[in-house]
Each structure stands twice: as structure tokens, then as C-alpha cells.
């Protein structure tokens, strides 16, 4: 008896304690980009690049689809559990408001790009420099609920993820044969646009208040399912979508670091998505996949045609599959990548990875 209740006494400051922790921990989270990291802003829009029936969703939480283009929780979601905080709303919900705005927001909108012009099939679409008009208008409501001082230090205090890029070369430059940016721009020229388009993306981000932003590059672009139906003879990786991707990453990380001198810290960090892909593309079995280039869910070679839909073929284990749909990793494929953004090597992550940033920034 007084056992137990020491018991409950304990299982309860214990409780408190992990509460409070968690309360004090939570920084704001704020994601900008496109379909690899929209938590379903899309739903709100009139658009075909959407995510938001089955089986989209099919492993998570409430087996439901909520709009992300993942069988369960996609890369915030895990960036959200690892830093102590709840998964984001998209900005357009109309849930996110009063107090849940304090937690931060999620900007991503799926098929758009750095560039104005990518993803126009898509029609209506939350593009980049609309993103950051939202994060603005975001800011405004918070102050209004907070002030400006206390709004400030929670948009300075934030984590931030941007992840765009891809859909510039598979929506855009190579989405048909002759595009007009590739009658425009021959590949290198192209990537080199790209990355001076980038950089005012992100020094915007700077001037709206940003401090700790984790830049993802491109994925391993020519060996997603969709590339090996469309493009790849013997399914080896589309040899033209894999050159973008390895002119595109590393003249990235050398335009962060030309940023990070600039302002003076270390605001911007790379994460090497790529080389994080790569090692499940190239070695499933050691990840526990079964394969890295049928996707789970879709229909044709590799499963890599069209959409995923309830008509198409779905695989019994999700877990055991790299790629989801065509052209988005699995919810455990998204668990690896963000396993790596927190504690990978100066290789994945550069400058430091998530854990040294959040061991760095919990002292200030
Ligand atoms: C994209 O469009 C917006 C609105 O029309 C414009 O303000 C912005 O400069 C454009 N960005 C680029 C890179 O062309
Ligand atoms: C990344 O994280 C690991 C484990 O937390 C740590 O040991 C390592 O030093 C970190 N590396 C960098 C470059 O920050």
C-alpha cells in the first residue's frame, strides 16, 4: 500500500517533470517548401497535387490521409517528436489560431519550387514568395496575440526547414522534352540560376527573423520510382536527373557557407538528403527494405506510373518499402533521413547536425 502509493507519487512528479521539460524544450518549428514536407496545405487549395484521400495516410495516427504525401508521418513530423513538440498544422488550417499559432506553422505546399514557373501544371499552388508573404502575415496574428517583442524572440528562437528544389528539374526543366528553361538554359546554367534564386529565398527568410534554418538539397532525383518507369532502361537511376542532383547539392552548401560568412553565424545548415537517400537506395536490405525501387503504392514498372490512388497496387508492409508513392519516401524511409539530420556526420550535415544545434541553442 504505501508502496504504491510512493509509486504513484513518483510516476507523478515524474510526469510533471517531463511536462514542464517539454513545455520549457518546445521551440517554434516553421517548415517552407514543397510535397516532401506539406502537412496539407494543399487540401485548402484547388489543385491536383494533393495527398488527401486513401491510402495516402494509411499508417498514420488515425489512418486517415491529412494531406501529406507519406503512408504515415512524413519529415517534420519526426523533426517535431525529436525537438518535444506537437506535429504542425498547415497554415491554411483553420484549426491553427489562439495559442496553437505559438507552436509554429507549416508554409509547404506540394509541386512548387524555387522558381516562380515550376509546377504551373499544378495550378493553384502556396509558391515560395507567397510562403514568405504567409510566414509575414503569420507574425502579424502572433503579435497581436503576444506583442512584438515576445514574437520576435519566438520567430529567433525557431528551428526552420526549407525543402525545394526538386521540383525545379522534374516539374519544370525536365518535364517534358524541350522545355522552354531548357531552350533557355543549358544544365549547368540552370543549377547555377537556381542557386542564385535560392539565396534570395533564404536571406529572405534571414530578414523575416530566421536564425537556425535546415536546408535540405535535392534527393537522389533519377532513382525515385516514377524516373526508373519514365526514364531508365534496366533500372539503373536516370543517369540526366542524377547529374542535376549532383551539380544542384554541393553548389549549395558552398552558397551556405558563402550566407553563413555573410551574416556572421552559422544560421544556415545543409543537410545532405541525398547522400542520406543514397544509403537505403543503394543498400535496402541493411535499412530492412525489401526493395528501394518499386514504390508501394502506384501501378506500371516499379509502380512508378500515374498517382496513388485507391485503384492502385498497394503493398501489404509499408515498412519494407523505400519509396511510398513515386516519387516520396516511406514514412520509415523519412524516419532514417531525419535519424541523420539529428545525428549524422559533418558529411550529412554541415555545418553540425540537429543534436549540436539544439545543445548549442539550449544555452542561450
Ligand atoms: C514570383 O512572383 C512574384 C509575384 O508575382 C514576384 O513578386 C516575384 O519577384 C517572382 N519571383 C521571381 C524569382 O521571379
Ligand atoms: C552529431 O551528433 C552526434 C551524436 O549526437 C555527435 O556525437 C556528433 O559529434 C555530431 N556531429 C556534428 C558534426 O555535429
Not at 497535387?49 to 495516402?56: G, K, N, T
Not at 483553420?94 to 496553437?100: A, D, E, K
Not at 542520406?276 to 526493395?291: C, E, H, K, L, Q
Not at 496513388?308 to 524516419?335: I, Q
Given at each position: 500500500m504505501a508502496n504504491s502509493l510512493v509509486l504513484l507519487i513518483f510516476g507523478l512528479v515524474m510526469a510533471l517533470g517531463r511536462f514542464s521539460s517539454q513545455a520549457e524544450a518546445a521551440r517554434a518549428f516553421f517548415v517552407f517548401g514543397d510535397s516532401l514536407v506539406d502537412n496539407g496545405n494543399?487540401?485548402?487549395?484547388?489543385?491536383?497535387?494533393?495527398?488527401?484521400?486513401?491510402?495516402?495516410?494509411?499508417?498514420?495516427?488515425?489512418?486517415?490521409?491529412?494531406?501529406?504525401?507519406?503512408?504515415?508521418?512524413?519529415i517534420p513530423d519526426f523533426i517535431s517528436q525529436r525537438i518535444g513538440s506537437e506535429p504542425l498544422l498547415p497554415y491554411l488550417s483553420p484549426q491553427l489560431n489562439g495559442q496553437r499559432l505559438l507552436v509554429g506553422a507549416n508554409f509547404a505546399s506540394a509541386g512548387i519550387g524555387i522558381l516562380n514557373d515550376t509546377g504551373i501544371q499544378f495550378i493553384n499552388i502556396i509558391r515560395m514568395f507567397r510562403q514568405l508573404e504567409y510566414f509575414q502575415e503569420y507574425q502579424r496574428r502572433v503579435t497581436a496575440l503576444i506583442g512584438a517583442q515576445r514574437t520576435k524572440q519566438l520567430v529567433n528562437g525557431a528551428l526552420v526547414?526549407?525543402?525545394?528544389?526538386?521540383?525545379?528539374?522534374?516539374?519544370?526543366?525536365?518535364?517534358?522534352?524541350?522545355?522552354?528553361?531548357?531552350?533557355?538554359?543549358?544544365l549547368p546554367d540552370y543549377v547555377k540560376f537556381l542557386i542564385t534564386e535560392y539565396r534570395k529565398i533564404l536571406l529572405r527568410l534571414y530578414d523575416l527573423g530566421a536564425r537556425r534554418v535546415l536546408v535540405t538539397g535535392t534527393g537522389p532525383l533519377g532513382c525515385v520510382p516514377a524516373e526508373l518507369a519514365m526514364r531508365s532502361r534496366n533500372g539503373e537511376c536516370a543517369a540526366d536527373l542524377q547529374q542535376a542532383a549532383s551539380l544542384f547539392n554541393p553548389q549549395l552548401v558552398q552558397m551556405i557557407r558563402g550566407i553563413n560568412s555573410q551574416v556572421g553565424s552559422d544560421v544556415f545548415v545543409a543537410a545532405n538528403t541525398q547522400l542520406m537517400s543514397n544509403d537505403f537506395i543503394s543498400n535496402p536490405r541493411a535499412f530492412g527494405f525489401v526493395t528501394s525501387k518499386i514504390a508501394c503504392c502506384g501501378q506500371g514498372p516499379y509502380n512508378g506510373l500515374g498517382l496513388c490512388t485507391a485503384a492502385s497496387n498497394l503493398c501489404p508492409n509499408r515498412d519494407v518499402y523505400a519509396f511510398w508513392d513515386p516519387f516520396h519516401p516511406s514514412e520509415k524511409a523519412n524516419g532514417i533521413i531525419v535519424q541523420q539530420i539529428l545525428t549524422g556526420t559533418t558529411e550529412y550535415m554541415y555545418p553540425m547536425n540537429l543534436s549540436t544545434i539544439m545543445a548549442l541553442d539550449s544555452r542561450i
Amino acid at each position: 500500500m504505501a508502496n504504491s502509493l510512493v509509486l504513484l507519487i513518483f510516476g507523478l512528479v515524474m510526469a510533471l517533470g517531463r511536462f514542464s521539460s517539454q513545455a520549457e524544450a518546445a521551440r517554434a518549428f516553421f517548415v517552407f517548401g514543397d510535397s516532401l514536407v506539406d502537412n496539407g496545405n494543399n487540401n485548402y487549395l484547388a489543385t491536383t497535387a494533393r495527398a488527401d484521400s486513401y491510402p495516402y495516410g494509411i499508417d498514420y495516427p488515425t489512418r486517415r490521409p491529412t494531406g501529406r504525401f507519406s503512408n504515415g508521418l512524413n519529415i517534420p513530423d519526426f523533426i517535431s517528436q525529436r525537438i518535444g513538440s506537437e506535429p504542425l498544422l498547415p497554415y491554411l488550417s483553420p484549426q491553427l489560431n489562439g495559442q496553437r499559432l505559438l507552436v509554429g506553422a507549416n508554409f509547404a505546399s506540394a509541386g512548387i519550387g524555387i522558381l516562380n514557373d515550376t509546377g504551373i501544371q499544378f495550378i493553384n499552388i502556396i509558391r515560395m514568395f507567397r510562403q514568405l508573404e504567409y510566414f509575414q502575415e503569420y507574425q502579424r496574428r502572433v503579435t497581436a496575440l503576444i506583442g512584438a517583442q515576445r514574437t520576435k524572440q519566438l520567430v529567433n528562437g525557431a528551428l526552420v526547414l526549407i525543402t525545394v528544389g526538386g521540383n525545379d528539374f522534374v516539374n519544370n526543366y525536365y518535364l517534358v522534352p524541350f522545355s522552354a528553361r531548357s531552350r533557355q538554359y543549358n544544365l549547368p546554367d540552370y543549377v547555377k540560376f537556381l542557386i542564385t534564386e535560392y539565396r534570395k529565398i533564404l536571406l529572405r527568410l534571414y530578414d523575416l527573423g530566421a536564425r537556425r534554418v535546415l536546408v535540405t538539397g535535392t534527393g537522389p532525383l533519377g532513382c525515385v520510382p516514377a524516373e526508373l518507369a519514365m526514364r531508365s532502361r534496366n533500372g539503373e537511376c536516370a543517369a540526366d536527373l542524377q547529374q542535376a542532383a549532383s551539380l544542384f547539392n554541393p553548389q549549395l552548401v558552398q552558397m551556405i557557407r558563402g550566407i553563413n560568412s555573410q551574416v556572421g553565424s552559422d544560421v544556415f545548415v545543409a543537410a545532405n538528403t541525398q547522400l542520406m537517400s543514397n544509403d537505403f537506395i543503394s543498400n535496402p536490405r541493411a535499412f530492412g527494405f525489401v526493395t528501394s525501387k518499386i514504390a508501394c503504392c502506384g501501378q506500371g514498372p516499379y509502380n512508378g506510373l500515374g498517382l496513388c490512388t485507391a485503384a492502385s497496387n498497394l503493398c501489404p508492409n509499408r515498412d519494407v518499402y523505400a519509396f511510398w508513392d513515386p516519387f516520396h519516401p516511406s514514412e520509415k524511409a523519412n524516419g532514417i533521413i531525419v535519424q541523420q539530420i539529428l545525428t549524422g556526420t559533418t558529411e550529412y550535415m554541415y555545418p553540425m547536425n540537429l543534436s549540436t544545434i539544439m545543445a548549442l541553442d539550449s544555452r542561450i
